[in-house]
T-cell receptor, first 113, second 115 residues
Framework: EADIYQTPRYLVIGTGKKITLECSQTMGHDKMYWYQQDPGMELHLIHYSYGVNSTEKGDLSSESTVSRIRTEHFPLTLESARPSHTSQYLCASSGRLAGNEQYFGPGTRLTVT | AQTVTQSQPEMSVQEAETVTLSCTYD???????LFWYKQPPSRQMILVIRQEAYKQQNATENRFSVNFQKAAKSFSLKISDSQLGDAAMYFC????????????FGTGTSLTVIP
């Protein structure tokens, strides 16, 4: 198992609430990623980071925001949750070399009612 | 941006048999890495196998091997002696050796192993 952690694992929350999904890794990886994935479906990149204080939006339009103040920590925030945000959110990290693989966290399954 | 295509949304295989999952990609680069990831139901995504584009030899990891055809931009995964634990979603991914920032994933193939 890789040393990348996500909390909470499951979250049910009402519409309009602000939520933060946590992601931490202990491998010292520069690059971190957030993906959205519906069950059994493809991954959609929503945010990534090359390093501290560096964040970029991915291919999928998202109403979420991220921050990277520390190398090991890459939280994702939804200011106002909506039912359309119901999905699984996967965090991943990788080393700086192109041959380095991505390590994935266990995911957070979010349900917005 | 590079594109990765997995044309088989679902595949099935009898236990102990061999199955091949297809992946093609589109790139103008000559140096890159290709990966196969496995995502078991409700479990973490893990790396199955990795191929470096500048290596002609196909990568192998125990029962898993690839058929890498650089000119055809094809990267298929062969699973030999299939086991029940091989049932999962399999994703093919591309990473540029030049930029190396993003991974480009295919849409996945759901593999069922029949006892």
């Amino acid at each position: 198992e890789a040393d990348i952690y996500q909390t909470p694992r499951y979250l049910v929350i009402g519409t309009g609430k602000k939520i933060t999904l946590e992601c931490s890794q202990t491998m010292g990886h520069d690059k971190m990623y957030w993906y959205q994935q519906d069950p059994g479906m493809e991954l959609h990149l929503i945010h990534y980071s090359y390093g501290v204080n560096s964040t970029e939006k991915g291919d999928l339009s998202s109403e979420s925001t991220v921050s990277r103040i520390r190398t090991e920590h890459f939280p994702l925030t939804l200011e106002s949750a909506r039912p359309s945000h119901t999905s699984q959110y996967l965090c991943a990290s990788s080393g700086r070399l192109a041959g380095n693989e991505q390590y994935f966290g266990p995911g957070t399954r979010l349900t917005v009612t | 941006a590079q594109t990765v295509t997995q044309s088989q949304p679902e595949m099935s295989v009898q236990e102990a048999e061999t199955v091949t999952l297809s992946c093609t990609y589109d790139t103008s680069e000559s140096d890159y890495y290709l990966f196969w990831y496995k995502q078991p139901p409700s479990r973490q995504m893990i790396l199955v196998i990795r191929q470096e584009a500048y290596k002609q030899q196909n990568a192998t990891e125990n029962r898993f091997s690839v058929n890498f055809q650089k000119a055809a931009k094809s990267f298929s995964l062969k699973i030999s002696d299939s086991q029940l634990g091989d049932a999962a979603m399999y994703f093919c991914a591309y990473r540029s050796a030049l930029t190396g920032n993003q991974f480009y994933f295919g849409t996945g193939t759901s593999l069922t192993v029949i006892p």
